[in-house]
T-cell receptor, first 111, second 115 residues
Framework: AQSVSQHNHHVILSEAASLELGCNYS??????LFWYVQYPGQHLQLLLK??????LVKGIKGFEAEFIKSKFSFNLRKPSVQWSDTAEYFC?????????FGAGTTVTVRA | ETGVTQTPRHLVMGMTNKKSLKCEQH?????MYWYKQSAKKPLELMFV???????ENNSVPSRFSPECPNSSHLFLHLHTLQPEDSALYLC??????????????FGPGTRLTVL
């Protein structure tokens, strides 16, 4: 069965620090990859997605993610975080039309 | 506002109660989903409806009963739940189920507490 691993459960960092969240998946075939974000008290919303083409994907709010097929990874990055980036981040992968989520990473940005 | 609304936002119920969760999407989508979100666990897909037909039941106990009267509305009927069913229940929609590139749009969820 498809599985998605997010290695960091909770990340705490200061404003202006760089952020990288790891995501690995287990399926070896064609996949589509997503990062969703859930701000405190808000609904889950799409941050960015990768279907094909350039493996470096740019999303909203200055986030980007890189698909490395050989490593089965889709890590999320932001060069300089803001306090408003405090949220829970979920990696998700589709395969056989099913969307599988990782357990999420809580990011706390200190002002 | 994602175009997917859920009511109620919070629900507390006893184990013998019967209640229903409602989801409505205003995006013209044809697929709707129920997920269960428990703390520090991946979102668990429960049910999928595509064009009003149930296409997925992910081994969900029968105390959870979905209903999809039309492509815009999705219900989750609850009865004789257990305390371990306490979680955030999320509804989502997408254009169609059988398209892997579709983005799913999520509602705000219903926070369910079973006493």
């Amino acid at each position: 069965a498809q599985s998605v691993s997010q290695h960091n459960h909770h990340v705490i960092l200061s404003e202006a620090a760089s952020l990288e969240l790891g995501c690995n998946y287990s399926y070896g075939g064609t996949v589509n990859l997503f990062w969703y974000v859930q701000y405190p008290g808000q609904h889950l919303q799409l941050l960015l997605k990768y279907f094909s083409g350039d493996p470096l994907v740019k999303g909203i709010k200055g986030f980007e993610a890189e698909f490395i097929k050989s490593k089965f990874s889709f890590n999320l990055r932001k060069p300089s975080v803001q306090w408003s980036d405090t949220a829970e981040y979920f990696c998700a992968v589709t395969n056989d039309y099913k969307l599988s989520f990782g357990a999420g990473t809580t990011v706390t940005v200190r002002a | 506002e994602t175009g997917v609304t859920q009511t109620p936002r919070h629900l507390v119920m006893g184990m013998t109660n019967k209640k229903s969760l409602k989801c409505e999407q205003h995006l013209g989508h044809n697929a709707m989903y129920w997920y269960k979100q428990s703390a520090k666990k991946p979102l668990e897909l429960m049910f999928v409806y595509n064009f009003k037909e149930q296409t997925e039941n992910n081994s969900v106990p029968s105390r959870f009963s979905p209903e999809c009267p039309n492509s815009s509305h999705l219900f989750l009927h609850l009865h004789t739940l257990q305390p371990e069913d306490s979680a955030l229940y999320l509804c989502a929609s997408s254009q169609e189920e059988q398209t892997t590139t579709d983005t799913q749009y999520f509602g705000p969820g219903t926070r369910l507490t079973v006493l």
